[in-house]
């Protein structure tokens, strides 16, 4: 375990985002209960109709160099520094996922060798308006996907604000599960844009939104050999309801508060309890204080992982100024970059 870093002592919001646990609290948060006995059936059949969509990939169009610069992270987690690592160049793609949605994406390669690895980079709930330069992985071809109805290449009118209630009304329309195709689809879509990935090994990276989604799609697409997942969403939604909170947790929340029914729904799209399904060595970046993702949720992620794994302890996670924020975002790049070179082939 990295080391242990301490929250701030002091913050303008109205509630605990430490929720009053510890990091030996945290390690101990179980997680949910709840998992409908058909939990596995459902995602599998999920999977397997997401196999048969012809994702028709395109190249559309290739960045000029200027796209590396002022690239930031879109997920309100740690971060910023300018772009590290080898030249890369990028591409702007689209493909069509499960329902015959049409998405946009990135897809960016070495710019001097053949790539030696391959992955898909999931984003946050900012969207995905530009692919990042930052990859912990050197020589990687990567997929960065904008997943439906998100900003800025996937906006769809029939997929509105908040993005987190749109379907809830039923495990088959939530808008997880087809975020989920879309990670699935982006593979297909990378396999196709370069046919030369279909043998390398296949990584994973996700922030926030996209970790949490990530943890939902890794366990049933045995095409993932590796996942990285930074301050997590949806993990222990039993738990997370009870908390309060802002950003998307709240929504949920407030739905639950006047329909209780959607536990019903959500326990289908529970991170922690995807979790006890995933047996690909993973990483996870944990925060002891985070007022968007109750950390007791991103460590049930974790703790729930049934493979190998590996946790970095963060200080803080989502939209919060410090002045360690560069420093803290370095030292967690280091230990994810330090996670895929030991997964390595």
């Given at each position: 375990m990295a080391r242990r870093p301490m929250p701030p002592r002091t913050h303008p919001y109205?509630?605990?985002?430490?929720?009053?646990?510890?990091?030996?609290?945290?390690?101990?948060?179980?997680?949910?209960?709840?998992?409908?006995?058909?939990?596995?059936?459902?995602?599998?059949?999920?999977?397997e109709r997401c196999r048969e969509v012809r994702v028709d990939a395109r190249i559309e169009e290739r960045l000029d160099d200027g796209w590396r610069r002022g690239a930031g992270p879109d997920d309100g987690s740690a971060g910023g520094g300018a772009p590290d690592g080898p030249a890369l160049v990028a591409y702007r793609i689209s493909y069509t996922s499960l329902g015959g949605v049409?998405?946009?994406?990135?897809?960016?390669?070495?710019a001097d060798a053949e790539p030696s690895r391959a992955a898909v980079v999931a984003h946050g709930y900012g969207g995905r308006a530009a692919p990042d330069p930052r990859l912990p992985i050197d020589g990687v071809a990567a997929v960065q996907p904008c997943l439906r109805g998100l900003p800025a290449l996937?906006?769809?009118?029939?997929?509105?604000?908040?993005?987190?209630?749109?379907?809830?009304?039923?495990?088959?329309?939530?808008?997880?599960?087809?975020?989920?195709?879309?990670?699935?689809?982006?593979v297909t879509a990378l396999h196709e844009l370069v046919p030369a990935t279909r043998?390398?090994?296949?990584?994973?990276?996700?922030?926030?939104?996209?970790?949490?989604?990530?943890?939902?799609?890794?366990?049933?697409?045995?095409?993932?050999?590796s996942g990285q997942l930074t301050v997590p969403s949806f993990g222990n939604h039993l738990l997370r309801v009870g908390l309060e909170c802002?950003?998307?947790g709240s929504h949920v929340r407030e739905r639950y508060?006047?329909?209780?029914?959607?536990?019903?729904?959500?326990?289908?799209?529970?991170?922690?309890?995807?979790?006890?399904?995933?047996?690909?060595?993973v990483h996870v970046g944990a925060a002891l204080f985070d007022a968007y993702v109750p950390p007791p949720g991103q460590f049930a992620v974790f703790n729930n992982l049934a493979g190998p794994k590996e946790l970095y302890v963060m200080p803080f996670g989502h939209y919060f100024d410090h002045p360690d924020d560069a420093a803290?975002?370095?030292?967690?790049?280091?230990?994810?970059?330090?996670?895929?070179?030991?997964?390595a082939p």
């Open positions: 109205p509630f605990d985002p430490t929720y009053g646990h510890d990091l030996d609290a945290l390690t101990a948060v179980p997680g949910p209960d709840n998992e409908p006995d058909d939990f596995a059936a459902f995602w599998r059949d999920l999977y049409r998405l946009g994406g990135w897809l960016t390669l070495p996937s906006e769809m009118p029939d997929i509105g604000t908040p993005h987190v209630l749109q379907g809830i009304a039923s495990r088959g329309t939530y808008v997880h599960g087809g975020c989920a195709a879309d990670v699935w689809c982006a043998s390398l090994r296949l990584d994973f990276q996700g922030t926030s939104f996209g970790g949490g989604i990530g943890a939902l799609a890794l366990p049933w697409d045995e095409r993932f050999t802002l950003g998307s508060l006047c329909d209780p029914s959607v536990l019903d729904v959500v326990a289908y799209f529970d991170a922690a309890t995807a979790a006890r399904h995933l047996r690909i060595p803290q975002h370095a030292l967690l790049r280091s230990a994810i970059r330090a996670f895929f070179a030991r997964t």
